[in-house]
């Protein structure tokens, strides 16, 4: 069986720029080329897009990940590429991998089999430099934070209560928590500081969010640096940072095209994570993919508690975007481990696991029809060890819920493994629907949060040490209309990633609440979860590698 990566370096891509000028009559001169493959879409492209209609919006999402593999953003190719297949005119939008994961525990994530994005070693490692702008455009806030330290300090600026780290995109738990500027009053102010990831930086958040370039620098100059020693916020624009840090991201928030397998058009733009930051790729290449096409295809992050719920309460939230349909991608194989089985066992038949599996599923599916108000179509995401009994039973139980559930072969087939997906969701996006927020904009933050908790994970309640409490309330005063971004483990409804199907009656511990006043959300850090990952025993780095006429194994 070939892998990934051996799919993707045999495809026959075709130049970009004749690509989008053939699907979408898109003028060579509204794209900036990066080689052959891929280019980044001028603003005064979309900006002249603003008086067109609004295509269908369809979200993809998953049921809780296991490594098992749930197959989400490969159903999410898979049916771009199969609504194209049969006639209709459909756009893919994607979040760009991050490093971190990919030499991690996670690999590759332009898709997998016959539904990948290509180039594929391109879009798993630096592709265009958006990334790389990113993280640079976070730390020269940092840097000039401390220069205004070392010289003199006229803003008092605490350096007990810094409010933003360092980024790198990549997996270091040894970047956590560090000391700085020792060595003598030459290297700056000794103090304590830390790194995040970058998908974690609120830069990225705020990419991904703004939708002009002029958006985009008020949003930087409202970013939270830190406190002075009376207590007065201190904002990057009181450091006069927010025009180069936008300077640094002028090409960064233009959207990039890639292709399929099968030669359709993708967009790939912003990468936030899921379990850490809002999951969704950027709203200006959703919004631009909107106007184009008549059906966009789009992922979000992860499982249904955190992805989906991310980008209606966040990303739709901000920028009146609104999913027409969605497609809930669950496997056998997960459902499984769901159910208790472990990993090496999966290959086996077990419907007795696949049963008790099944409430997590059931979980997320009703979480989307009741507390969303979204048409749903379940795509089984089919895999050769699946057995006959075992996807008659899920469709039977998918049935007795009142959904649809689709068994999809894209992985293996491409688009052609998708088709009866499309024809399902082509369905669905014109059933009468009303997206819902799960909270209103002006209830109190602890109410958002416990709305969350009670309401998608089944948890009894919420809870926070006494100091983490008041934080809470003082913030609630002040960003009462700010949505929440819940960072906790992916694999569990609850903080607890040993806590797999649908647990209930659980507590979610609330550690910390960040304030992204450049993003306008509050962070609200569960349990264990790190916004600094740290690389597994055996990382995924240690397959990759290099011949020498440059051709990457290894990827994924």
Same mark, same amino acid.
């Given at each position: ?202 830069? #990225? @958040?705020? &990419? ?7 958006? !985009?620098?008020?949003? +930087?100059? /409202?970013? *939270? $640096? ?18 180069? #840090? @936008?300077? &640094? ?7 990039? !095209?890639?292709?399929? +397998?099968? /030669?359709? *058009? $993708? ?38 508690? *955190? ?250």
């Amino acid at each position: 069986m070939r892998s990934d990566i051996e799919i993707a370096q045999q495809a026959t891509m075709r130049p970009i720029v004749e690509l989008a000028g053939e699907k979408f009559d898109l003028d060579p001169i509204h794209l900036d080329p990066y080689g052959h493959y891929k280019a980044k879409l001028s603003l005064d492209y979309i900006q002249g897009l603003k008086d067109r209609p609004r295509g269908k919006l369809i979200l993809v999402t998953a049921i809780s990940p296991t490594p098992a593999g749930e197959g989400k953003t490969t159903t999410t190719v898979g049916l771009g590429d199969a609504l194209n297949r049969i006639g209709k005119q459909a756009l893919v939008c994607l979040r760009e991998p991050s490093l971190g994961p990919c030499f991690g525990i996670k690999g590759g994530a332009a898709g997998g089999g016959r539904a990948q994005v290509v180039p594929m070693e391109d879009i798993n490692l630096h592709f265009t430099g958006d990334f790389h702008a990113i993280g640079v455009a976070h730390n020269l806030l940092s840097a000039m934070a401390d220069n205004h330290i070392h010289h003199g300090n006229s803003l008092d600026l605490d350096v007990r209560q810094m409010a933003w780290k360092r980024v790198i995109d990549m997996n270091d738990r040894n970047l956590r928590h560090i000391l700085e500027g020792l060595g003598g009053k030459i290297n700056g102010v000794p103090r304590e500081d830390g790194f995040d990831i970058v998908v974690a930086s609120e830069v #990225m @958040a705020i &990419l991904c969010l703004a939708e002009s370039l002029g958006e !985009l620098k008020e949003r +930087l100059g /409202n970013v *939270l $640096v830190g406190h002075t020693r009376a207590g007065k916020p201190v904002f990057a624009r009181d450091l006069k940072a927010q025009g180069a #840090m @936008a300077a &640094l991201l002028k090409d960064a928030i233009r959207p990039n !095209l890639v292709q399929t +397998l099968e /030669n359709n *058009l $993708v967009f790939i733009h912003g990468g936030p994570f899921a379990n850490i930051a809002h999951g969704c790729n950027s709203a200006i290449a959703t919004k631009t993919a909107l106007k184009m096409a008549d059906y966009v295809v789009t992922e979000a992050g992860f499982g249904a508690d *955190l992805g989906a719920e991310k980008f209606i309460d966040i990303k739709c939230r901000k920028t009146g975007l609104q999913p027409d349909a969605v497609v809930l991608v669950a496997t056998v194989r997960a459902l499984k481990m769901h159910g208790g089985v472990a990993k090496d066992a999966l290959q086996r038949e077990n419907l007795a696991a696949l049963e008790a599996g099944m409430v997590n599923l059931e979980r997320h599916l009703r979480n989307i029809r009741e507390h969303f108000g979204l048409s749903c179509v379940v795509a089984i995401n089919h895999f050769v060890s699946d057995t006959e009994a075992e996807i008659a039973l899920l469709q039977q139980r998918i049935a007795a819920l009142g959904a649809k559930a689709v068994v999809c072969r894209h992985w293996a087939e491409g688009g052609a493994g998708a088709e009866e997906l499309a024809r399902e969701i082509l369905q669905a996006v014109d059933e009468p629907s009303q997206c819902r927020f799960l909270y209103p904009d002006d209830a109190p933050l602890w109410d958002k949060i416990e709305a969350i908790a009670t309401k998608l994970y089944g948890a009894a309640g919420i809870s926070a040490e006494p100091k983490v409490r008041q934080q809470v309330e003082r913030l609630s005063d002040e960003y009462r209309h700010y949505p929440v971004c819940i960072a906790k483990t992916q694999y569990s409804f609850a903080s607890d990633p040993e806590l797999r199907g649908a647990p209930e009656g659980h507590t979610l511990t609330i550690r910390e609440v960040r304030p992204a006043h450049g993003a306008e959300f509050l962070v609200v850090v569960c349990g264990n979860i790190m916004t600094m990952p740290g690389l597994p025993k055996q990382p995924a780095a240690e397959r990759i590698d290099i011949d020498e006429q440059g051709r990457i194994s290894g990827l994924f």
